[in-house]
């Protein structure tokens, strides 16, 4: 199992441009979880999922979509970039509310 | 909403020195407690997991924490730190149906061991 998986691992963004952070478990788990982490502000929930075709807002949700259309992918897609998005952003996974949750490696973006 | 504090943002010690990091949650309702571990340069594993029963808890490392249902804590412990406790650490709340189920982190404690 490759796990959690998330690219890119870095990327470099202008204010104003949109991309989509891709997500995706081969673990068949149904809850996933977009975070962002901050210096002194720990992990701050963005979007998360219990399952296909089911999202709902975090703590963080302004600036950024998801959709569920399968149980493999949640990807986050930033509609309009402004630096204060930048920011080092996990992508996790889990079977229920009392599994153990499964980070990605992270995607560190910088908005200039 | 539910909200999770981590009183202290970082902490300072000597090897062998006792480690004790505080946690606190706002959700009145059945919770799902962990603690989770950050090395540097490396993404979050879990430490240990409390759903029900004994409220102290082991887990890897030599970590444990004590559930206090009365206080809202999850504080964890560990007796006799090493150099490579050198971490951070989130404890998480996972606060049930009313609170949509949400997995929800501290700020943080940053732990520097000193050999």
């Known amino acids: 199992n490759a796990g959690v998986t998330q690219t890119p691992k870095f990327q470099v963004l202008k204010t104003g441009q949109s991309m989509t952070l891709q997500c995706a478990q081969d673990?068949?788990?149904?809850?996933m979880s977009w975070y962002r982490q901050d210096p002194g502000m720990g992990l701050r929930l963005i979007h998360y999922s219990v399952g296909a075709g089911i999202t709902d807002q975090g703590e963080v949700p302004n600036g950024y979509n998801v959709s569920r259309s399968t149980t493999e992918d949640f990807p986050l897609r930033l509609l309009s970039a402004a630096p204060s998005q930048t920011s080092v952003y996990f992508c996790a996974s889990r079977q229920d509310s009392r599994d153990t949750q499964y980070f990605g490696p992270g995607t560190r973006l910088t908005v200039l | 909403a539910q909200s999770v504090s981590q009183h202290n943002h970082h902490v300072i010690l000597s090897e062998a020195a006792s480690l004790e990091l505080g946690c606190n949650y706002s959700?009145?309702?059945?919770?799902?407690l962990f603690w989770y571990v950050q090395y540097p340069g490396q993404h979050l594993q879990l430490l240990l997991k409390?759903?029900?029963?004994?409220?102290l808890v082991k887990g890897i490392k030599g970590f444990e924490a004590e559930f206090i249902k009365s206080k809202f804590s999850f504080n964890l412990r560990k007796p006799s730190v090493q150099w490579s406790d050198t971490a951070e650490y989130f404890c998480a709340v996972n606060a049930f149906k009313a609170a949509g189920n949400k997995l929800t982190f501290g700020g943080g404690t940053r732990v520097l061991v000193k050999p």
């Open positions: 673990m068949n788990h149904e809850y």
């Open positions: 409390y759903f029900s029963g004994d409220p």
């Open positions: 959700y009145g309702g059945t919770v799902n």
